[in-house]
């Protein structure tokens, strides 16, 4: 049916998800009033099917059922059916997902679900295949079952919806929490995390891996205080950089990896993901000083701007997995591909270096990972290792052009509020740390773009989605908790104050909009939005971290750098509302613990003033952004009406009009410095790595440097020897050894 002529209410969509199903034989409808006044009118129960673009299983069920003619006759008939995808719709994903994990103990995508007419939830489940197979029940036999449950005792029913819903309402009370100090928590957590720390592969568990970006942000923190957790941290994020999980050839990270070695991943590319990991590896570059940690958010950088960046400078939401109805084609290689590209000899040492074998990691194709380095690479082949090193940059250039000439997967093109927030923040401090300014002005036209479509600078609310021309859909909590820590992070890195103005517009709106005023704490969806069934708050980190959790972080920053205490109140407010939950399992709130740690730590307060366009304000802003230091903040005292909107900027003046740094740290205030050497000795120095991280990059260039020599130191010889032969020697020539005969 995927070319026949448009068979359902889904036509005047924008989402690609939605427009993927909309010549479907299944008379889907889009969550709105439509569908779900027709359900009440013709008392019919909604069967309730949630995903999104680039959602491989997704994509398998749409083709087994929803193109199925049969199937589709029987939803039709029996059931309303809604479509809905998650990324326009976090809300009604969040409270249906939550619903899932209650009813099955697992949730994923695709999320389908059966409600009664008045959006009460009684059956669910993820993937169903047509039939029953895969140890699962056939789609059309749960229908039946749907449906025969809906038909049945209505109380039984109603009192199994009831309970539900009441469970999944409890995270909402604030309850009575057992005072449990901060710092408690977070040891707790820091030790659930290194009880199921895989020290084999990084990561934790023993099956399928995600990147759980906010487990690391917590242990970096917990390290920059400690000392502690390095080991799980390098070895994690090695794994990730070094797995088939990044992609070796293009950049950037897929969604999750179906191995133990981060070696296979599931191909889908998200916006999301880039930028909390972009962050989370320039962290560890100023933590460890790396090489690899700052390699990977160049390459990711170089994706999203080559990929994913609109006409307008906002970037796209995602990248399929599949490619002509396959995953990961796109991404993969037989080893014969290598081989007639490359030929035999440079073949040989490629496959070798990232680990391509005859049989292939999936269905006979290869995931390119990094199995081999330049070092042993070039004593196995008994070549310099220069010679190695250009052999694997030429194989990726030449692999890199051969991908460009495939079928490209499909890129969902929505731009999402809450997800160029993250990127925005990424790229920020890539500017800083990186000391790449391209990155700022990237970050820059994001946010402009963002604040002048998706702001109603009337209504004061913030839009979610924008696509096609349109911008629509109310903002949701990680909306606006996103956008303020990217509006805090643009400040911090570029000094333009608008940013500042524009976060406390923000943070006021998202108050008013979201807060509890009962319990605290922030809801998902706002009071002038739709009102599903039961709101949520969802202060447990999952796919994406949790929004209260980045909006404490943002408001924390936000109130230290203004000085306004209402900012600063809320984010205390948060940790009340949600303390006694977290104390029963702290590891699944890592966000709000690392918010937490923040709170605890005294900031590092660094003014600058005077002008910054001279060397010497680029020496101390290097020296600065050169250690992780999680709690600084970063003000310009620009002029006699900055401390009106910064107060910590107040009287900080420059010294003999040139750059002049005022820092703050441990309750002191030290006398201004204005070079880079003066700031360093003031800082107080941060955790010494106690690993032996080996910088395996930083060793291949010396070889290779130290090769070169020895190789121009040859080959001078040789051209001295023919100089000898052809003319006669000078007072002044080395010496260079018995001549030819």
Same mark, same amino acid.
């Given at each position: 049916?995927?070319? %026949?002529?448009?068979?359902?209410?889904?036509?005047?969509?924008?989402?690609?998800?939605?427009?993927?199903?909309?010549?479907?034989?299944?008379?889907?409808?889009?969550?709105?009033?439509?569908?779900?006044?027709?359900?009440?009118?013709?008392?019919?129960?909604?069967?309730?099917?949630?995903?999104?673009?680039?959602?491989?299983?997704?994509?398998?069920?749409?083709?087994?059922?929803?193109?199925?003619?049969?199937?589709?006759?029987?939803?039709?008939?029996?059931?309303?059916?809604?479509?809905? $995808?998650?990324?326009?719709?976090?809300?009604?994903?969040?409270?249906?997902?939550?619903?899932?994990?209650?009813?099955?103990?697992?949730?994923?995508? #695709? !999320?389908?679900?059966?409600?009664?007419?008045?959006?009460?939830?009684?059956?669910?489940?993820?993937? @169903?295949?047509?039939?029953?197979? @895969?140890?699962?029940? =056939?789609?059309?036999?749960?229908?039946?079952?749907?449906?025969?449950?809906?038909?049945?005792?209505?109380?039984?029913?109603?009192?199994?919806?009831?309970?539900? +819903?009441?469970?999944?309402?409890?995270?909402?009370?604030?309850?009575?929490?057992?005072?449990?100090?901060?710092?408690?928590?977070?040891?707790?957590?820091?030790?659930?995390?290194?009880?199921?720390?895989?020290?084999?592969?990084?990561?934790?568990?023993?099956?399928?891996?995600?990147?759980?970006?906010?487990?690391?942000?917590?242990?970096?923190?917990?390290?920059?205080?400690?000392?502690?957790?390095?080991?799980?941290?390098?070895?994690?994020?090695?794994?990730?950089?070094?797995?088939?999980?990044?992609?070796?050839?293009?950049?950037?990270?897929?969604?999750?990896?179906?191995?133990?070695?981060?070696?296979?991943?599931?191909?889908?590319?998200?916006?999301? $993901?880039? =930028?909390?990991?972009?962050?989370?590896?320039? $962290?560890?570059?100023?933590?460890?000083?790396?090489?690899?940690?700052?390699?990977?958010?160049?390459?990711?950088?170089?994706? !999203?701007?080559?990929?994913?960046?609109?006409?307008?400078?906002?970037?796209?939401?995602?990248?399929?997995?599949?490619?002509?109805?396959?995953?990961?084609?796109?991404?993969?290689?037989?080893?014969?591909?290598?081989?007639?590209?490359?030929?035999?000899?440079?073949?040989?040492?490629?496959?070798?270096?990232?680990?391509?074998?005859?049989?292939?990691?999936?269905?006979?194709?290869?995931?390119?990972?990094?199995?081999?380095?330049?070092?042993? !690479?070039?004593?196995?082949?008994?070549?310099?290792?220069?010679?190695?090193?250009?052999?694997?940059?030429?194989?990726?250039?030449?692999?890199?052009?051969?991908?460009?000439?495939?079928?490209?997967? $499909?890129?969902?093109?929505?731009?999402?509020?809450?997800?160029?927030?993250?990127?925005?923040?990424? +790229?920020?401090?890539?500017?800083?740390?990186?000391?790449?300014?391209?990155?700022?002005?990237?970050?820059?036209?994001?946010?402009?773009?963002?604040?002048?479509?998706?702001?109603?600078?009337?209504?004061?609310?913030?839009?979610?989605?924008?696509?096609?021309?349109?911008?629509?859909?109310?903002?949701?909590?990680?909306?606006?908790?996103?956008?303020?820590?990217?509006?805090?992070? +643009?400040?911090?890195?570029?000094?333009?104050?608008?940013?500042?103005?524009?976060?406390?517009?923000?943070?006021?709106?998202?108050?008013?909009?979201?807060?509890?005023?009962?319990?605290?704490?922030?809801?998902? %969806?706002?009071?002038?939005?739709?009102?599903?069934?039961?709101?949520?708050?969802?202060?447990?980190?999952?796919?994406?971290?949790?929004?209260?959790?980045?909006?404490?972080?943002?408001?924390?920053?936000? =109130?230290?750098?203004?000085?306004?205490? !209402?900012?600063?109140?809320?984010?205390?407010?948060?940790?009340? %509302?949600?303390?006694?939950?977290?104390?029963?399992?702290?590891?699944?709130?890592?966000?709000? +613990?690392?918010?937490?740690?923040?709170?605890?730590?005294?900031?590092?307060?660094?003014?600058?003033?005077? #002008?910054?366009?001279?060397?010497?304000?680029?020496?101390?802003?290097?020296?600065?952004?050169?250690? @992780?230091?999680?709690?600084?903040?970063?003000?310009?005292?620009?002029?006699?009406?900055?401390?009106?909107?910064?107060?910590?900027?107040?009287?900080?003046?420059?010294?003999?009009?040139?750059?002049?740094?005022?820092?703050?740290?441990?309750?002191?205030?030290?006398?201004?410095?204005?070079?880079?050497?003066?700031?360093?000795?003031?800082?107080?120095?941060?955790?010494?790595?106690?690993?032996?991280?080996?910088?395996?990059?930083?060793?291949?260039?010396?070889?290779?440097?130290?090769?070169?020599?020895?190789?121009?130191?040859?080959?001078?010889?040789?051209?001295?020897?023919?100089?000898?032969?052809?003319?006669?020697?000078?007072?002044?020539?080395?010496?260079?050894?018995?001549?030819?005969?």
């Amino acid at each position: 049916m995927a070319g %026949s002529e448009i068979s359902n209410h889904l036509k005047n969509e924008i989402s690609p998800y939605l427009l993927q199903h909309a010549s479907n034989p299944v008379d889907w409808y889009p969550w709105g009033p439509e569908a779900l006044n027709k359900a009440e009118a013709e008392n019919k129960p909604i069967f309730l099917s949630i995903g999104y673009s680039a959602c491989h299983w997704c994509h398998v069920m749409a083709h087994e059922s929803f193109e199925n003619e049969e199937i589709a006759k029987i939803m039709n008939e029996k059931f309303i059916n809604i479509k809905v $995808d998650r990324e326009e719709r976090p809300d009604v994903d969040a409270l249906y997902m939550k619903v899932l994990v209650e009813l099955t103990g697992h949730g994923g995508w #695709p !999320l389908s679900m059966f409600l009664t007419p008045d959006q009460k939830p009684y059956l669910g489940g993820t993937y @169903y295949p047509p039939f029953a197979k @895969y140890n699962r029940p =056939g789609f059309a036999e749960v229908l039946k079952q749907a449906h025969d449950l809906f038909t049945g005792n209505k109380e039984k029913l109603e009192s199994r919806s009831q309970n539900i +819903l009441q469970k999944i309402s409890i995270e909402n009370q604030a309850g009575t929490a057992r005072g449990v100090p901060s710092d408690e928590l977070i040891r707790g957590a820091v030790e659930i995390l290194s009880n199921r720390f895989d020290e084999d592969f990084g990561g934790f568990g023993s099956g399928m891996k995600f990147p759980e970006p906010m487990y690391y942000n917590l242990l970096l923190r917990h390290w920059a205080e400690t000392g502690e957790s390095m080991d799980i941290l390098d070895k994690s994020l090695t794994g990730m950089a070094e797995g088939g999980l990044f992609d070796q050839l293009g950049g950037g990270f897929h969604r999750y990896s179906t191995d133990r070695k981060w070696r296979v991943p599931h191909f889908e590319k998200m916006l999301y $993901d880039n =930028g909390l990991l972009a962050k989370l590896f320039l $962290d560890m570059f100023q933590a460890t000083k790396q090489d690899i940690y700052q390699t990977i958010p160049i390459e990711t950088f170089a994706w !999203l701007l080559r990929e994913m960046t609109s006409p307008e400078g906002a970037f796209y939401a995602s990248q399929d997995a599949d490619t002509e109805g396959k995953e990961g084609t796109y991404y993969t290689w037989e080893l014969k591909e290598v081989m007639n590209l490359l030929g035999p000899k440079h073949a040989k040492i490629f496959s070798t270096a990232y680990g391509l074998v005859p049989r292939g990691h999936i269905e006979g194709r290869n995931v390119l990972h990094i199995n081999a380095n330049v070092e042993r !690479l070039a004593e196995a082949e008994n070549i310099p290792i220069f010679e190695a090193d250009h052999i694997l940059k030429k194989g990726k250039e030449t692999l890199f052009q051969a991908r460009e000439k495939r079928p490209k997967p $499909d890129r969902d093109e929505k731009i999402i509020t809450a997800w160029n927030g993250l990127m925005i923040t990424a +790229l920020a401090q890539g500017s800083s740390v990186l000391g790449d300014s391209s990155y700022l002005d990237s970050a820059t036209r994001c946010a402009d773009f963002i604040w002048s479509h998706q702001w109603n600078a009337d209504e004061h609310k913030l839009l979610r989605v924008f696509k096609d021309g349109q911008s629509k859909i109310n903002g949701c909590l990680d909306d606006y908790a996103y956008f303020l820590e990217a509006l805090v992070g +643009l400040y911090e890195a570029g000094l333009d104050s608008k940013w500042i103005m524009r976060a406390k517009e923000l943070a006021q709106a998202m108050i008013e909009e979201f807060w509890d005023d009962e319990e605290g704490g922030f809801f998902l %969806s706002g009071r002038s939005g739709e009102q599903l069934i039961s709101k949520l708050k969802n202060p447990a980190d999952e796919a994406l971290p949790s929004a209260n959790a980045i909006a404490a972080l943002a408001l924390l920053k936000l =109130g230290r750098l203004t000085g306004e205490e !209402l900012f600063t109140r809320k984010t205390d407010a948060i940790f009340n %509302s949600f303390r006694s939950i977290m104390e029963r399992g702290p590891a699944g709130f890592t966000g709000l +613990l690392s918010a937490m740690s923040a709170v605890n730590l005294p900031p590092v307060e660094v003014i600058f003033s005077g #002008p910054r366009d001279q060397p010497s304000y680029d020496e101390m802003w290097k020296v600065l952004h050169t250690d @992780y230091r999680p709690n600084k903040i970063i003000i310009w005292n620009e002029d006699k009406s900055t401390g009106d909107l910064l107060p910590l900027a107040e009287g900080k003046a420059a010294e003999n009009n040139e750059p002049t740094v005022y820092l703050c740290q441990n309750t002191t205030c030290h006398a201004p410095v204005q070079t880079g050497t003066a700031l360093n000795k003031l800082l107080g120095r941060p955790q010494e790595i106690r690993l032996n991280i080996f910088n395996q990059d930083k060793k291949n260039a010396q070889i290779m440097e130290q090769e070169q020599s020895n190789f121009m130191g040859v080959m001078g010889n040789i051209f001295q020897q023919v100089g000898i032969k052809n003319k006669p020697s000078t007072g002044g020539q080395r010496d260079a050894g018995p001549k030819k005969k």
